[in-house]
């Protein structure tokens, strides 16, 4: 009981304590406040990466596999799925209308069954904007343009159907929605984007002035690699498709790398459309001598048709989690491939282990059932690294609490030798004096932690604000949106990584006090009552 | 016949300065009686202090074997006489004692009510000291931060325990309150040490040594940092209390006249008693 009085006492009379205080509240708040910002990065890394992947893909890449909308249908019988749509994914050469070509990732797309199962028709960045973004105070953005409103409204309608009219018959052709770091457009610092519509650089270095905006009249010439069924590369295919519209997924690899097509266009780029199949053996344009002694061109007999093909067959979940989506997939898939069985690729085997734990077991020949987790598991992985290394050095800086602590509770001890004796002398045990100092060091950790939070939850939830300010005041710009992409400071509070933060810099505080507690209980109380 | 409350037998004690030990009490011997005051007189150094130390379980007496030679002398230290190599452990000459040989498990100590404080273990000690004895020191030894009533409470919470205080806290409060008001400082519970002057912080601190109503009270020169007149006024008080109480008491003073109104009075020579 004395320990609480002591306690309560020393807090509010002593100036020391305050500055051990003081050195966990600023710990703490490092911690916390480099935690929310590097998970808050994290997190808005990974929903990034997850705007056009779906929660699970069911991929066979290159070649394909065949009925999909079989499988497409199967999958969104259940009730975990919420929906499911085919697609390609392949690598190409994009040239742009400034004459610059790009290596790119295309993705074949049915607009609607993409936008179902992806955030794709939100990512659609030319679109008429009422408010500015957080940033643009000078409304500087053309999307807020009132004059500009009947393009945007009409290149949001083209990047939600993959199409642009044709200018002279009206006719909704196949177009592109490309990454918006692809194309030519200045970012500001404010996360405004203008694109540069007046500038075509010749293969001479020389440039010549344009006078095209790219959404309304640009075109581009893609350039991909068919395959056939058999895998094998054919010629180069190419075709002209004009821009319908630019998505921003927030995520810088995505954007400066990824096109959409419309499914149909790239499957017949890359001979993945039907097809009809012949009798084997035959090879077209090839001449015989037939049984009449006469020569003739061979005409293949026709024996079916091959169906269409695609890469992957992604999947929005409903209610469950993307693991447990995946293995809900890979049932489905099962019974897709033996009704299928020869013509697509075989079913992962799922493994059941101890404990309920199952793993999919895949081979060469089985398909790949991944989340969007597994997807973007390299760059996830770096970015939780670099998060726990961080955090791992700044909670090493951090422990300069703990020997301040216990640099300020040794002097305390010193100060405090004769009231030591005092208490041993009305019959306090060791275990009682170490307890004050203890519950001291505790009391001011609980205070500082408690402080910190505070400070650090401030700090985090303002932390865009602040740094407004400070580019305005000391004009100090850290988070230059021209080179970190985000427009804003990512951030994150967690109330569990709150609660680890600050119980740490509770214990720090206990931890420091611990040697001077002890030191205090192991004095001699005739030596303690006489110390001058 | 009377008890005695604490019996002090053939107690060493030696402290190390340095490289020089300094024996303080060499085989000092008393006993109190239940509800009588004794007043140890020395000068200073002669171990006054030591000894109220170690009749409070504040410290521990050197082992008796410590004081005693492994074999027994050839020659008198005192009259350089030949000892003989009979059994006999005194000088045939000048009769001067000598201890040596194997310590006897009953030898020397301080026996509270017929308990050896050196048997006693770290807890028990604890114990005694809060509950048993009292402690009223020369330079009051207030805790600054406290209040005047906190202070004396906190001599209850220390002696009693957290479970014991806090079943009994009403009636500590109480008792710290009455106690405070019995020394003539009721009128001045939320002032702090510093507030007060030195005869008013020595009555809080003998409220503080009698709040557990220990059974003996142990005062190291409680007149001696105050002047006559309000040194007369503490003993007064002192007395009065113990007379109210039937408490047994032991002040430790280099003043005679201090002395003279116990009950009897001890000298503290050399670190032996002198009756």
Request: net charge positive.
């Amino acid at each position: 009981m004395y320990q609480v009085l002591l306690t309560r006492r020393y807090l509010t009379s002593k100036v020391m304590p305050l500055l051990a205080s003081l050195a966990v509240v600023l710990c703490t708040a490092m911690v916390l406040i480099v935690w929310s910002v590097m998970g808050g990065f994290l997190v808005k890394l990974m929903n990034s990466g997850r705007v056009l992947v779906g929660d699970v893909a069911i991929t066979w890449p290159n070649t394909g596999f065949a009925h999909y909308d079989e499988l497409v249908t199967m999958l969104e019988k259940d009730p975990g799925v919420e929906a499911a749509t085919p697609m390609i994914e392949t690598y190409g050469l994009l040239s742009l209308p400034s004459g610059r070509t790009e290596y790119v990732v295309v993705k074949g797309v049915e607009p609607a069954g993409y936008g179902a199962v992806t955030g794709y028709q939100e990512s659609l960045w030319w679109r008429p904007l009422d408010a500015p973004m957080r940033k643009d105070r000078l409304r500087e953005d053309e999307r807020l343009d009132p004059g500009m409103h009947t393009i945007m409204e009409r290149a949001l309608a083209n990047g939600r159907t993959l199409t642009r009219p044709d200018p002279v018959t009206a006719k909704p052709l196949d177009a592109i929605v490309m990454g918006i770091e692809i194309g030519d457009n200045y970012r500001t610092s404010t996360g405004v984007y203008y694109p540069v519509r007046t500038r075509r650089i010749r293969s001479d270095g020389t440039s010549e002035f344009l006078s095209i905006r790219p959404i309304t009249e640009g075109v581009v010439k893609l350039n991909v690699l068919p395959m056939d069924s058999q895998g094998r590369v054919l010629e180069m295919a190419s075709t002209s498709l004009p821009i319908a519209n630019e998505f921003k997924t927030g995520m810088y690899e995505v954007d400066n790398r990824t096109v959409l097509v419309p499914l149909h266009t790239l499957q017949k780029l890359l001979r993945m459309d039907p097809a009809a199949k012949v009798a084997e053996g035959a090879v077209a344009g090839e001449t015989v001598i037939d049984e009449n002694g006469q020569e003739k061109f061979v005409i293949p007999k026709v024996e079916g048709t091959d169906p269409a093909r695609v890469t992957n067959v992604i999947v929005r979940g409903k209610g469950i989690s993307s693991d447990e989506l995946r293995f809900r997939c890979a049932a489905i898939y099962k019974q897709f491939a033996e009704k299928h069985a020869g013509r697509v690729p075989a079913a992962p085997y799922v493994e059941e282990r101890p404990g309920g734990q199952r793993e999919l077991i895949r081979d060469s020949g089985s398909i790949a059932i991944r989340t969007w987790e597994d997807l973007n598991a390299t760059f996830i992985s770096a970015v939780k690294k670099e998060t726990g290394l961080v955090l791992f050095i700044f909670s090493f800086v951090s422990l300069t609490a703990v020997f301040l602590v216990l640099a300020i509770f040794w002097s305390m001890v010193s100060e405090k030798t004769k009231d030591v004796g005092v208490l041993r002398s009305m019959g306090a045990s060791r275990t009682g004096v170490a307890a004050v100092w203890l519950s001291y060091g505790l009391a001011i950790g609980l205070v500082g932690s408690l402080l910190g939070g505070t400070l650090a939850y401030t700090i985090v939830t303002n932390i865009n604000p602040i740094h407004d300010w400070m580019g305005e005041a000391l004009g100090l710009q850290i988070w230059d949106p021209k080179i970190y992409y985000f427009t804003d400071i990512p951030s994150k509070v967690e109330l569990d990584k709150a609660i680890i933060v600050m119980s740490g810099g509770a214990l720090s505080s206990v931890v420091g006090a611990l040697i001077p507690a002890l030191r205090a209980a192991f004095l001699h109380p005739v030596k303690a009552l006489r110390f001058e | 016949m009377a008890t005695p409350i604490i019996q002090v037998t053939n107690l060493y004690k030696t402290y190390r300065l340095g490289k020089v030990d300094v024996p303080v009490l060499r085989g000092a011997t008393l006993s109190v009686e239940e509800g009588e005051t004794v007043a140890i007189l020395g000068a200073s150094g002669s171990g006054k202090s030591t000894l109220l130390h170690l009749m409070g379980g504040l410290d521990r007496a050197d082992r008796p074997g410590q004081a005693r030679r492994r074999t027994k002398p050839e020659v008198c230290d005192a009259c350089g006489g030949t000892l003989t190599a009979s059994k006999d452990d005194k000088c045939p000459a000048c009769g001067t004692s000598y201890l040596y040989g194997p310590v006897p498990m009953d030898a020397g100590g301080v026996l509270f009510r017929g308990q050896v404080l050196s048997m006693m273990s770290a807890g028990a000690l604890d114990q005694y000291r809060g509950r048993s004895v009292g402690f009223v020191f020369q330079f009051y030894h207030l805790l600054p931060e406290l209040t005047v009533l906190q202070n004396v409470l906190a001599g209850a919470m220390a002696g009693l325990g957290p479970i014991a205080y806090l079943t009994s806290r009403r009636s500590a409060v109480a008792r710290a309150r009455e106690l405070l008001a019995r020394v003539g400082l009721g009128h001045r519970l939320s002032h702090r040490p510093s507030q007060l002057s030195g005869g008013e912080r020595q009555r809080v601190a003998i409220a503080r040594g009698l709040v557990n109503t220990p059974a003996l009270l142990l005062a190291d020169e409680p007149t001696g940092n105050l002047d006559r007149k309000t040194g007369g006024t503490i003993l007064d008080l002192l007395h009065e209390i113990r007379r109210e109480t039937r408490q047994s008491m032991v002040i430790v003073t280099h003043d005679e006249h201090t002395a003279q109104r116990a009950d009897r009075t001890i000298s503290l020579v050399d670190g032996r008693v002198q009756r």
